[in-house]
């Protein structure tokens, strides 16, 4: 990895954990410059402004987010061919992940950027909606395959239930950072595996 490279990660990571900790508002790019041993015309070689460094931290984030979804419940599909038994091995997986951080999940930069939405332009509140988007429909592909061969308990809508995973995943981390509880997210990963199990029940008949 390339110098220049090297300086820009470091000043996202450092940027991060600052914004996690206490807000965007709150973090400054004076901070970030001297914790990470920059001049400003070295941070606004990288970024133009402040708000470039949000958008910056929230295309890994989400980039991050989906390697990660992709991994797993790849991984899964390999372990069972079943769509539904496969999605179920990938919650577990996913729950065993967040079990194994020491110090919980760092946070969720889409709803620390949400609570100051006032402080973002309209590109970055547009890049959060995609993500979303983006989430449901892939969860969504999923449970439509498995209601293509399980009956359902219940007539729920699939657009809201895909919203459910990525609802549970993130709001899960805001709980277990607010109650600095690093258990609440894997177990609440646990309780929508629990549901999605009991909601499709028997295979459909051929």
């Given at each position: 990895?390339?110098?220049?490279?090297?300086?820009?990660?470091?000043?996202?990571?450092?940027a991060?954990?600052?914004?996690?900790?206490?807000?965007?508002?709150?973090?400054?790019?004076?901070?970030?410059?001297?914790?990470?041993?920059?001049?400003?015309?070295?941070?606004?070689?990288?970024?133009?402004?402040?708000?470039?460094?949000?958008?910056?931290?929230?295309?890994?984030?989400?980039?991050?987010?989906?390697?990660?979804?992709?991994?797993?419940?790849?991984?899964?599909?390999?372990?069972?061919?079943?769509?539904?038994?496969?999605?179920?091995?990938?919650?577990?997986?996913?729950?065993?992940?967040?079990?194994?951080?020491?110090?919980?999940?760092?946070?969720?930069?889409?709803?620390?950027?949400?609570?100051?939405?006032?402080?973002?332009?309209?590109?970055?509140?547009?890049?959060?909606r995609?993500?979303?988007?983006?989430?449901?429909?892939?969860?969504?592909?999923?449970?439509?395959?498995?209601?293509?061969?399980?009956?359902?308990?219940?007539?729920?809508?699939?657009?809201?239930?895909?919203?459910?995973?990525?609802?549970?995943?993130?709001?899960?981390?805001?709980?277990?950072?607010?109650?600095?509880?690093?258990?609440?997210?894997?177990?609440?990963?646990?309780?929508?595996?629990s549901?999605?199990?009991?909601l499709?029940?028997?295979?459909?008949?051929?």
């Amino acid at each position: 990895m390339r110098k220049g490279q090297e300086t820009k990660n470091r000043i996202m990571d450092i940027a991060e954990t600052a914004v996690l900790a206490k807000g965007f508002g709150a973090t400054s790019i004076e901070e970030i410059i001297e914790e990470a041993g920059i001049t400003k015309s070295g941070f606004f070689y990288h970024f133009a402004d402040k708000n470039a460094l949000a958008k910056a931290l929230l295309e890994r984030y989400i980039d991050l987010e989906d390697s990660l979804f992709d991994e797993l419940f790849d991984r899964a599909r390999q372990l069972h061919d079943d769509p539904l038994h496969a999605f179920l091995i990938g919650l577990k997986l996913l729950s065993e992940i967040m079990a194994d951080l020491p110090k919980g999940h760092p946070g969720c930069l889409i709803a620390t950027y949400c609570y100051n939405e006032r402080l973002f332009d309209g590109e970055i509140q547009d890049l959060s909606r995609t993500a979303m988007l983006s989430w449901r429909r892939r969860f969504r592909k999923v449970f439509d395959e498995i209601a293509g061969r399980y009956d359902m308990r219940e007539d729920v809508d699939l657009d809201h239930l895909a919203d459910m995973v990525s609802n549970t995943c993130e709001g899960g981390i805001v709980m277990s950072k607010t109650l600095h509880d690093p258990d609440v997210l894997p177990q609440q990963i646990l309780l929508l595996r629990s549901y999605i199990k009991l909601l499709f029940t028997e295979r459909k008949s051929n």
